[in-house]
């Protein structure tokens, strides 16, 4: 997709657009969990009707999620840190912070205690991510990425989803959708590098990044493209329609990649149709006051647009 296309496919949208702050989804994730929270919309540009908007929804609300976001963030800036020194660091109560480090199947993931009892983050929370490639199927800078051969690329993804427990069978096309997420991949920066120049290819890229939702439940995001300081979440179907399940499906990895990325990164959801073609709306979430876009493979960079701004108006 040309500059120029880019930049025709965002005539005629509306003004208004949402732009996601860090927590924006926690009702999504206390949806399946009980208690009320508090989403607001803030929209950029000028749409003074819906700008600044709250609302109370009744959900379920997990014990720690804001507990387990600030916990992690300070394990992972440490070299080694004990939970009473969390605690204090965070003026928390000591035994809060234990059932956080005991009880949250994500921290005893992202964390590790060693025999003097201090706790460890396997993942950095700044860039570069040392430590995503041990929970992705395939992890390397966008300059790493482009040059790989499409079976060299296929057959270090096999290998890191085998390493990470990633299930391969492909009765459904999984690998077909591997292939095709890594199409519309060397697509985007194609656009991002007529765009941006070089400096993107110092981004991050993660495919198949594993989050473990409970004990027994794994759950795998498909594409992250990690910038500066934002993570965008792009889950892709092979569908030129919305679904509103998908939908969900393309929220519901914000509050754990919330947890994994610490409070200096953004992060953002996609949904990504790709057998649609100029396709770029938003889409509820849902039943929530809330919104996310969805885009066809060749409007993508559109969305990058949007919350990185290489286009003016």
């Given at each position: 997709m040309a500059v120029g296309a880019a930049?025709?496919?965002?005539?005629?949208?509306?003004?208004?657009?949402?732009?996601?702050?860090?927590?924006?989804?926690?009702?999504?994730?206390?949806?399946?969990?009980?208690?009320?929270?508090?989403?607001?919309?803030?929209?950029r540009r000028e749409d003074?009707?819906?700008?600044?908007?709250?609302?109370?929804?009744?959900?379920?609300?997990p014990l720690?999620?804001?507990?387990?976001?600030?916990?992690?963030?300070?394990?992972?800036?440490?070299?080694?840190?004990?939970?009473?020194?969390?605690?204090?660091?965070?003026?928390?109560?000591?035994?809060?912070?234990n059932r956080v480090l005991y009880r949250s199947p994500l921290l005893r993931e992202l964390c590790w205690q060693d025999r003097e009892y201090r706790w460890h983050g396997i993942l950095r929370q700044a860039r570069p991510h040392s430590g995503l490639q041990e929970f992705s199927g395939y992890y390397g800078l966008v300059r790493e990425f482009l040059p790989l051969s499409e079976e060299a690329w296929m057959e270090k993804l096999r290998e890191g989803c085998r390493n990470i427990g990633r299930n391969l069978n492909d009765t459904r096309g999984l690998l077909h959708s591997f292939r095709d997420a890594r199409e519309q991949m060397h697509r985007l920066f194609g656009d991002l590098r007529d765009m941006l120049g070089d400096g993107c290819l110092d981004w991050e890229l993660a495919f198949e990044l594993r989050l473990k939702r409970a004990r027994h439940v794994r759950i795998y995001a498909d594409v992250l493209v990690i910038s500066e300081d934002r993570v965008f979440s792009l889950e892709f179907k092979m569908k030129d329609r919305i679904d509103p399940e998908e939908v969900l499906q393309a929220a519901k990895y914000t509050p754990y990649l919330e947890i994994m990325f610490g409070p200096e990164y953004e992060v953002i959801p996609v949904l990504v149709l790709t057998r649609a073609a100029e396709l770029f709306q938003y889409a509820d979430i849902g039943t929530m006051d809330a919104?996310?876009?969805?885009?066809?493979?060749?409007?993508?960079?559109?969305v990058f647009n949007e919350y990185l701004g290489f286009l003016k108006e």
């Amino acid at each position: 997709m040309a500059v120029g296309a880019a930049g025709a496919g965002r005539q005629g949208k509306e003004s208004a657009v949402l732009f996601f702050r860090k927590g924006v989804f926690k009702d999504l994730f206390f949806l399946y969990n009980g208690e009320k929270s508090t989403l607001r919309r803030v929209f950029r540009r000028e749409d003074t009707e819906l700008r600044n908007r709250e609302v109370t929804k009744k959900a379920m609300k997990p014990l720690s999620e804001e507990l387990e976001r600030r916990v992690c963030a300070v394990i992972c800036r440490s070299g080694g840190i004990r939970a009473r020194e969390i605690a204090k660091e965070l003026s928390l109560d000591h035994a809060a912070v234990n059932r956080v480090l005991y009880r949250s199947p994500l921290l005893r993931e992202l964390c590790w205690q060693d025999r003097e009892y201090r706790w460890h983050g396997i993942l950095r929370q700044a860039r570069p991510h040392s430590g995503l490639q041990e929970f992705s199927g395939y992890y390397g800078l966008v300059r790493e990425f482009l040059p790989l051969s499409e079976e060299a690329w296929m057959e270090k993804l096999r290998e890191g989803c085998r390493n990470i427990g990633r299930n391969l069978n492909d009765t459904r096309g999984l690998l077909h959708s591997f292939r095709d997420a890594r199409e519309q991949m060397h697509r985007l920066f194609g656009d991002l590098r007529d765009m941006l120049g070089d400096g993107c290819l110092d981004w991050e890229l993660a495919f198949e990044l594993r989050l473990k939702r409970a004990r027994h439940v794994r759950i795998y995001a498909d594409v992250l493209v990690i910038s500066e300081d934002r993570v965008f979440s792009l889950e892709f179907k092979m569908k030129d329609r919305i679904d509103p399940e998908e939908v969900l499906q393309a929220a519901k990895y914000t509050p754990y990649l919330e947890i994994m990325f610490g409070p200096e990164y953004e992060v953002i959801p996609v949904l990504v149709l790709t057998r649609a073609a100029e396709l770029f709306q938003y889409a509820d979430i849902g039943t929530m006051d809330a919104i996310l876009p969805v885009c066809s493979g060749d409007m993508l960079f559109n969305v990058f647009n949007e919350y990185l701004g290489f286009l003016k108006e």
